[in-house]
């Protein structure tokens, strides 16, 4: 594995070149802002009469369609949700400048052959690892959020350098910036998001919440213990490992989850994360969500009502407006 620092940057690299930002949402006005803060002209190119088209112009960019954005653009970075870049790239294609770079936050469309550029593109992605908002704190605080970085087309021969001068000017070298190919990105992030992050996450909140008030326990207590107090745990994960957890909870807690915490998340839980991992790797996931994007998205939205209707949700909104702090 390898890791860039600002002092691996090419200077030269994008140096002068227009930037278009196709997309103004958490990743699209952050990347913008970051690059005109580092001296770039940067166009914001939307949909007319989408949301962020106002507070695109409010922040000082000019906007316009992302057609009109792209020719007289040395990079295009492509920063709309993943499900709308295939249409917006038939829509751009034939406006694209002759050797210029294609920027993808994420790797889906390419990795699963949705997009298929030019063969004069380079084709780049720098992700952040982070949410918008981060990346754009980071930098004005003079830090930055680490990215990756990859490369699936390389027609200039400076593919790298430019992708690398990008993750430079929104801040990414300051926190290191990782090589890996768009494959890995994308089969990692996916995994990462259904088996642990978002998907097992809250599976486990709910499911632990469940069983407490099942067993005839007051609800706002097991919403106190089942999910208010992750976040506690998970600032200690994410500020200092599994050991930065172990010294700040109890000895009961560690022996508790030492002799239980397997018990839990066991072979069984192991064998259900692989399958999943298979079905990101052999397209089944994609395939099923491109589907979904194509037939209205019912299923979608039916599973997302019964997710919000669950009873932790209640008990969580009424205790949540108790804890003022909460609603800065
Ligand atoms: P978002 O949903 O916050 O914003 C999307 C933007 O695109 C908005 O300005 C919206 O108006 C515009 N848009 C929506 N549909 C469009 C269409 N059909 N045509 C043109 N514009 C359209 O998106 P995001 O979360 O910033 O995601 C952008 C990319 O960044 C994705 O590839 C995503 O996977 C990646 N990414 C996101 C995060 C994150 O934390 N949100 C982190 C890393 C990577
Ligand atoms: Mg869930």
Redesign the pocket.
């Known amino acids: 594995m390898q890791m860039y620092l600002e002092s691996d940057v090419d200077a030269h690299a994008l140096v002068g070149e227009r930037i278009a930002v196709?997309?103004?949402?958490?990743?699209?006005?952050?990347h913008a802002l970051n690059l005109r803060d580092s001296g770039f002209d940067v166009v914001v190119?939307?949909?007319s009469g989408?949301?962020?088209?106002a507070?695109?112009e409010h922040d000082g960019f000019a906007v316009c369609s992302?057609a009109e954005a792209t020719p007289g653009a040395g990079l295009v970075a492509?920063?709309?949700?993943?499900?709308?870049?295939a249409?917006?790239y038939a829509?751009i294609e034939a406006h694209l400048r002759q050797g210029s770079t294609l920027l993808?936050?994420?790797g889906?469309?390419i990795h699963y052959g949705r997009i298929d550029p030019r063969a004069d593109l380079d084709v780049v992605l720098i992700?952040?690892?982070?949410?918008?908002d981060?990346?754009r704190r980071q930098y004005e605080a003079g830090r930055g959020v680490p990215c990756l970085l990859a490369v699936s087309q390389d027609a200039t021969g400076n593919a790298q350098d430019r992708a690398l001068g990008y993750a430079h000017h929104i801040g990414g070298t300051r926190g290191g910036v990782l090589t890996t190919t768009f494959a890995e990105e994308t089969e990692t992030?996916l995994f990462g998001e259904q088996a642990v992050l978002c998907g097992g996450a809250t599976e486990l909140i709910v499911r632990g919440f469940e069983t407490l008030v099942e067993a005839g326990y007051q609800p706002e207590v097991a919403y106190f213990e089942c999910m208010h107090e992750m976040k506690l745990i998970v600032d200690l994960l994410h500020e200092g490992g599994l050991k930065k957890m172990h010294e700040f909870v109890s000895e009961t807690a560690k022996f508790g989850d030492l002799t239980r915490g397997p018990r839990i998340i066991d072979d069984h839980v192991k064998a259900s994360m692989r399958t999943v991992l298979k079905e990101v790797q052999d397209g089944t996931f994609a395939r099923e969500w491109i589907e979904e994007n194509e037939s209205g998205l019912n299923g979608y939205k039916r599973l997302l009502k019964e997710d919000l209707d669950n009873p932790i949700e209640t008990v969580g909104r009424e205790l949540r407006g108790r804890m003022s702090w909460l609603q800065q």
């Open positions: 196709l997309g103004y949402g958490s990743q699209g006005r952050a190119g939307l949909r989408g949301k962020t088209w507070r695109a992302p492509f920063l709309v949700p993943d499900m709308a870049q249409r917006l829509d993808f936050a994420h889906f469309n992700a952040p690892k982070g949410p918008g981060l990346v992030d």
